[in-house]
């Protein structure tokens, strides 16, 4: 129990249930906001204070990925969350039985808010510690804060959610390493070239899965591509199509680090991700001048010979020229990799390093668990002295009234500055009452020992009984 | 400050150890603490030990490398200090462990031995000499850091060859950066190389013209240890030039760079024990007196450290 609330999630996730479950569950935004209204989140008041909706619903936060739907909820104690949840899912269309089924988990309070610092910290992610999960949380988080004011128990475990996913990013390194096989390409190439910008690489074949490594290779700023294919024409379209992705790109960036005004291309624009194309017989010629090679034609024998590259090599004045085969069936015939100085690498390496650090990242859980049990243990510190804070605010309320009451009146006998010095001593006054009391108040030997020192400062102390 | 230098001669190699076990902490875990303290305890031990050096020289009252132990520590400093430089110009620190290590022993192996009895030659206590000194010192180190590196571009570069992707290939910095960090160290040695081979002769005229005779026919411009350090010079300038204009590079700069430094120490060794030279400061019989000079240090410190550490 959250004080006088309790939290409760309901979780449809990739280790419980198959694609198709969760995309029947799969709530999109709209969705998500007609639960919302239909669950009766409220509004804030003027004062920011939320309140429980007749339904006993304080708040809910839809949170849908393509890997997760799960929804929190904030409810008033005694509340039926189950049977709220059902009919608010009913009423906006959802398969609200798939939530209730085998395929959903649920878990209440605490272990609801370690669930949620799990997901944030990419513990419960398909990649461990994938970083994209973090932005979808706060997505949600977003779009129920719009919509209604979260509940405190919401809105304190939401906020400690994103301080532990960075925590842990930052402290450990759960996702350092890539693990798909575009990053592995990339983070290959860099264990050669410490700058991308500075080189050039060469795509050969202007395919699907060409253009997906293009893609990465540029997002991390490769100097120039250049796309040599059988037709020019594919070569042409696929290179326009990157220039067109790649200065949407930069312009976004550039708007983002100038606040949202839309402005041109940064520097960086002039320097890297130049992309242009070559006809097929120049690839030769192109092997001479590049410094990484991806190759990803759907040719069915190979197309870069060893004779090709030993022409390249005496051109290269001692550079290493580094190849990736993505192809299936294999483009670069495997002698190419007893050239002196070339380095030639396949799918099964790229799956070696993905492996590599999966594991390397595996290695890092039991640290991000630790940071997960600190932050969770600062959670239940809070909760602990949730039930002190109205009565807290009210007394102090109480004696701030009074200090000004008598800082008013010595400011009618005396100067300003002795008005001023009364204030600060009656200010460290209240400070020092205030910290003596809530002490007080936590050192209390029961609840109901609490519970009844609270009802007698609330009684002495509350706005009723000054009036 | 006898006392002080005392307390330090423990406690520089357990500052060497933990800059060491830090830079290693690094390498094996690449947790984001270690990444921040390893460069700050590395500059927390340049800035202690070379106040230390500078402390020993004072109360020598001539350059703490006379005796082997000293040279030793000298030379753990020059290296952490070297590295540091191109640590903070490439900002690469995976590679720190490996330095620090070497910096570690020597800097105990200093320690350890250094209380014993030794006279140095007063060369040591000219200041004109300690320029070009610490000069060599500093070339030197950068030449054998560069060897250091260009071992492990070679290392990384056989493990890609083998497509082994193991805790160096996931630690190391790419074979571009080991590069630079190899010729960056060339390009900070051969200056100094040169520097102190000029101090070295600046100082040696002067000094002719300042002792008697007999000594004055010793300082030879053709002595064997300074024509094989124009030798080497000349060698790692033709490298450098090399690289700048004709490509030199990759693995073929990196086996020259390896070769080099093997071909140095090897000569070196030669020519230190085959041929005669007035390269040698540890002569038990002071050489001469030189004139204009205090005698200072053998009876202070014979007072002060019961004869030992000298």
Redesign the interface.
């Given at each position: 129990m959250i004080g006088p609330t309790t939290l409760h999630v309901r979780s449809i996730n990739h280790k419980n249930a198959p694609t198709e479950v969760r995309e029947k569950a799969h709530l999109d935004p709209e969705r998500a906001t007609a639960l919302m209204d239909a669950l009766g989140g409220h509004l804030a008041d003027e004062n920011h204070d939320p309140t429980a909706s007749e339904t006993g619903c304080i708040s809910v936060i839809p949170v849908s990925t393509c890997n997760r739907t799960e929804i929190y909820l904030e409810v008033t104690e005694g509340t039926d969350a189950d049977a709220l949840l059902r009919r608010g899912l009913a009423e906006v269309g959802a398969d609200a039985d798939i939530f209730f089924s085998e395929h959903a988990t649920e878990l209440q309070d605490l272990e609801a808010v370690r669930h949620l610092f799990a997901v944030s910290s990419g513990l419960e992610s398909m990649m461990l510690g994938e970083p994209q999960i973090s932005a979808q949380l706060k997505d949600a988080y977003r779009l129920a804060r719009n919509h209604h004011e979260p509940g405190p128990g919401l809105l304190r475990a939401f906020q400690g959610a994103f301080r532990t996913g960075k925590r842990v990013r930052t402290e450990t390194r759960i996702s350092i390493g890539a693990v798909s096989v575009a990053f592995a390409a990339v983070e290959l190439a860099r264990k050669f070239f410490d700058k991308l910008c500075d080189h050039r690489a060469v795509l050969v074949g202007a395919g699907e899965t060409g253009g997906l490594a293009a893609r990465h290779f540029l997002q991390h700023d490769i100097g120039h591509l250049v796309v040599v294919n059988r037709s020019l024409e594919n070569a042409e379209l696929l290179a326009e199509t990157l220039r067109t992705e790649r200065k949407a790109a930069l312009e976004k960036k550039a708007a983002k680090n100038s606040g949202g005004l839309l402005a041109p291309a940064p520097d960086i624009a002039g320097k890297c991700g130049k992309i242009s194309v070559r006809p097929w017989n120049e690839l030769t010629d192109a092997l001479a001048e590049a410094d990484v090679i991806l190759s990803t034609t759907g040719a069915t024998e190979p197309v870069i010979l060893p004779e090709m590259v030993e022409a390249a090599v005496p051109r290269r004045k001692g550079k290493p020229l580094f190849l990736l085969d993505i192809a299936v069936p294999r483009d670069i015939h495997p002698d190419v990799g007893k050239i002196g100085n070339v380095f030639l690498f396949g799918m099964d390496d790229l799956d070696g390093i993905i492996q590599g650090n999966l594991a390397a990242r595996a290695g890092q859980v039991p640290h991000a668990e630790g940071i997960i049990q600190e932050e969770l243990k600062e959670f239940q510190t809070w909760l602990e002295d949730i039930d002190l804070r109205p009565t807290v605010a009210e007394f102090k309320a109480y004696l701030e009234g009074l200090k000004d009451k008598q800082v008013g009146f010595v400011r009618k006998k005396q100067s300003e500055e002795v008005a001023a010095a009364v204030d600060r001593s009656l200010q460290q006054f209240i400070k020092k009452v205030l910290g003596r009391s809530v002490s007080t108040l936590k050192s209390s030997q029961s609840r109901e020992e609490r519970e009844r020192d609270l009802e007698t400062l609330k009684r002495i102390f509350s706005s009723d009984e000054q009036d | 400050m006898i006392v002080l230098m005392s307390v330090f001669k423990v406690l520089m190699p357990m500052i060497y150890l933990v800059v060491w076990g830090t830079y290693l902490w690094l390498f094996y875990?690449?947790?984001?603490?270690a990444r921040r303290l390893c460069t700050r305890f590395a500059v927390v031990a340049v800035m202690l030990h070379t106040a230390c050096l500078v402390g020993r020289g004072i109360i020598l009252g001539r350059l703490p490398m006379g005796a082997p132990a000293e040279f030793f520590c000298a030379l753990s400093l020059a290296m952490l200090a070297t590295y540091l430089v191109i640590e903070i110009r490439i900002k690469a620190k995976n590679t720190g462990f490996l330095v620090t290590g070497v910096s570690f022993i020597f800097v105990f192996v200093g320690s350890v031995f250094s209380t014993t009895t030794m006279e140095v030659s007063p060369f040591l206590e000219d200041p004109g000499f300690a320029g070009h000194a610490v000069a060599v010192l500093f070339a030197y180190t950068a030449l054998s850091l560069s060897f250091l590196y260009a071992l492990m571009y070679l290392v990384?570069?056989r493990q890609?060859?083998r497509?082994q992707?193991g805790l160096l290939?996931?630690r190391s910095?790419?074979?571009?950066?080991l590069e630079?960090m190899s010729i960056g160290a060339v390009k900070m040695g051969v200056p100094l190389l040169f520097a102190s081979l000029c101090l070295g002769h600046l100082w040696m005229y002067d000094l002719a013209d300042r002792v008697d005779a007999d000594m004055a026919s010793m300082l030879n411009p053709w002595d064997p240890k300074i024509l094989i350090s124009w030798v080497i010079l000349l060698g790692y300038s033709a490298g450098l030039i090399g690289n700048r204009f004709?490509?030199?590079?990759?693995?073929?700069?990196n086996v020259m760079a390896v070769a080099a430094f093997i071909a140095v120490v090897g000569a070196m060794g030669l020519f230190y024990h085959f041929f005669p030279s007035f390269h040698d400061f540890r002569s038990s019989q002071p050489i001469t007196t030189l004139s204009g000079f205090p005698e200072t240090a053998s009876h202070i410190l014979a007072q002060c450290d019961g004869g030992h550490d000298r």
């Open positions: - | 875990t690449d947790h984001p603490t990384l570069n890609l060859m497509h992707f290939f996931r910095p790419s074979l571009e950066t630079r004709f490509g030199w590079r990759g693995k073929r700069m």
